[in-house]
């Protein structure tokens, strides 16, 4: 039998220990520059991801309303696609003829109860 020492292993290597500081300001300096150096690789990755969701976000609103907007145009009859720009004509009419007397009450409009 091969009698060894279980602690004693040449292969196995050495786990890394974390640095050791001899005060407080010395730990706080190393962390502070650690913590930089990260930042400065991590902003260039965050910018982009940052720019990519801001496009898709711009390209989904843009399209979804363009979209919605053809659709609803080739989807509504004509007759009613007119009925709408006349009664839409006809609002902006009334609210241009309040507008010009604004201390007289319409005779169209009914008075506020």
Excluded at 6 to 28: K, L
Excluded at 50 to 69: E, K, Q, S
Excluded at 78 to 88: F, P, Q, V
């Amino acid at each position: 039998m091969n009698e060894s020492d279980p602690s004693i292993d040449p292969t196995a290597q050495a786990a890394p220990q974390a640095p050791r500081y001899t005060n407080f300001s010395e730990a706080f300096d190393s962390a502070r520059q650690d913590a930089a150096s990260m930042a400065r690789e991590a902003a260039p990755k965050l910018k982009q991801a940052l720019a990519g969701a801001a496009h898709d976000l711009a390209y989904g609103a843009a399209f979804g309303a363009c979209f919605a907007a053809c659709f609803a145009r080739e989807i509504i009859p004509d007759g009613l696609r007119e009925s709408l720009r006349r009664g839409a004509n006809a609002g902006r009419d009334a609210a241009a003829k309040a507008a010009e007397a604004p201390g007289q009450p319409s005779a169209e409009m009914p008075t506020p109860a």
